[in-house]
């Protein structure tokens, strides 16, 4: 099969430290080119992949100081990749809604993921006008709050095998923070849980620009305190290290996380998860088995003692089970196949959204 992977400018194909989404995308294009398909990546030029890169940009956007505003650049990217669709069978976006207006006369031909938070107001009446455009959620509680005639699937994210060496018995004493300081990710809240127990804490997270006042009245004045140690951005190399070592990661969110990517590296590191019950939580852990799921931070201080004793080899097998790029390429080439299956071109609008295959027609996929 030809597959056309977009992937977002801000960050590099992978990143080379903090960057969800184009890690992903990394990780489904590299699995792709492994099963024997005919993989074009478009990114930034930075990008480093076995497929065939298009650079549509010369370097990540965050990093270029002279763009000022993403979006033309963008734009010039879906034009690029306009030119060239005839040459794919599948167009895979990860880009959000910006593909939809210039490839709806090939809807069936294209993939679109959604990456980030799907409860915004602004959103359902767009996704409703686009209704034949293929949606994947990453997790069935992202797409609750938009049609569901507009999902095609949903396909759990994933990470190689051999990415983060587990470890069995952690030496480091402390329990970890990984992701961005920010609100709603609760850095705040985890230094809490943390010390109403005297446990160590080690802090690795981003700072972005829009979260540096929080950081500084909120967080900064924080880390003076026993016991806490705020590490910063770290890469993949570091964090099989940062996670493993660690006792627990928790995740103490206060926001309807899409999925919530450092909950399955720890568990690839064999390293059980603290987190509050929203948005993705209940999909991604097996409570009692890869963490303890709590409805705040009163349950959270008494919850922590029993997640320090599971199984951290049950940890790393339900991860093997659950959440491989192996398994998720499979589930996204399921699912390729499946819309490239004709359909009667006489189709009634109270048929339309029918046509598109549901979660449960298509073999594989995680629900």
């Given amino acids: 099969m030809k597959i056309a992977q977009i992937a977002p400018l801000i960050e590099s194909v992978p990143p080379?430290?903090?960057?969800?989404?184009?890690?992903?995308?990394?990780?489904?294009?590299?699995?792709?080119?492994?099963?024997?398909?005919?993989?074009?990546?478009?990114?930034?030029g930075d990008s480093l992949t076995?497929?065939?890169?298009?650079?549509?940009?010369?370097?990540?956007l965050r990093l270029d100081k002279q763009v000022h505003d993403t979006i033309p650049y963008y734009m010039l990217m879906l034009?690029?990749?306009?030119?060239?669709?005839?040459?794919?069978?599948?167009?895979?976006?990860?880009?959000?809604?910006?593909?939809?207006p210039l490839f709806r006369s090939i809807a069936r031909r294209t993939v679109t993921t959604l990456h980030g938070r799907q409860d915004l107001p602004d959103l359902p009446p767009f996704y409703s006008a686009f209704d034949d455009m293929p949606?994947?959620?990453?997790?069935?509680?992202?797409?609750?709050?938009?049609p569901k005639d507009s999902f095609a699937a949903t396909i759990y994210h994933?990470?190689?095998?051999?990415?983060?060496?587990?470890?069995?018995?952690?030496?480091?004493?402390y329990v970890a923070f990984l992701g961005r300081i920010s609100p709603e990710k609760g850095p705040e809240r985890a230094i809490q849980i943390a010390q109403t127990l005297g446990i160590p804490i080690k802090i690795a997270a981003k700072i972005?620009?829009?979260?540096?006042?929080?950081f500084r009245e909120c967080i900064f004045p924080l880390l003076n305190g026993p016991g806490i140690e705020f590490i910063g951005e770290i890469n993949e190399r570091q964090k099989t290290q940062f996670?493993?070592?660690?006792?627990?990661?928790?995740?103490?969110i206060d926001w309807p996380e899409p999925f919530g990517l450092a909950m399955i590296e720890a568990m690839a590191c064999a390293t059980p998860v603290l987190a509050f019950q929203r948005g993705s939580v209940p999909e991604i852990i097996d409570d009692g088995v890869t963490g303890v799921i709590v409805d705040g931070m009163e349950q959270a201080a008494t919850a922590l003692p029993r997640v320090l004793g599971l199984d951290r080899r049950a940890v790393r097998r339900r991860f093997e089970e659950r959440f491989s790029s192996a398994l998720m390429a499979k589930n996204y080439v399921n699912l390729y196949r499946s819309l490239l299956i004709p359909v009667s071109p006489v189709v009634s609008s109270g048929e339309r959204d029918s046509?598109?295959?549901?979660?449960?027609?298509?073999?594989?996929i995680a629900h």
Avoid: W
């Avoid at 489904?28 to 478009?42: C, I």
């Avoid at 972005?208 to 929080?214: G, L, N």
């Avoid at 046509?355 to 594989?364: F, V, Y």
């Fill in 16 to 44: 080379r430290l903090y960057g969800g989404t184009e890690r992903i995308v990394s990780y489904l294009t590299e699995e792709l080119v492994e099963m024997g398909h005919e993989v074009t990546l478009f990114a930034s």
């Fill in 50 to 60: 076995s497929a065939n890169l298009v650079p549509c940009v010369p370097m990540a």
């Fill in 79 to 100: 034009d690029r990749v306009r030119q060239q669709a005839h040459n794919f069978d599948i167009l895979h976006f990860h880009v959000d809604f910006f593909p939809f």
């Fill in 135 to 146: 949606l994947v959620s990453i997790s069935e509680a992202q797409r609750s709050p938009l």
């Fill in 158 to 173: 994933g990470l190689p095998l051999q990415l983060h060496r587990p470890t069995f018995d952690p030496r480091g004493g």
């Fill in 208 to 214: 972005d620009k829009i979260d540096e006042d929080y």
């Fill in 243 to 252: 996670l493993g070592e660690a006792l627990a990661l928790l995740f103490p």
């Fill in 355 to 364: 046509a598109l295959p549901k979660l449960h027609d298509i073999p594989g």
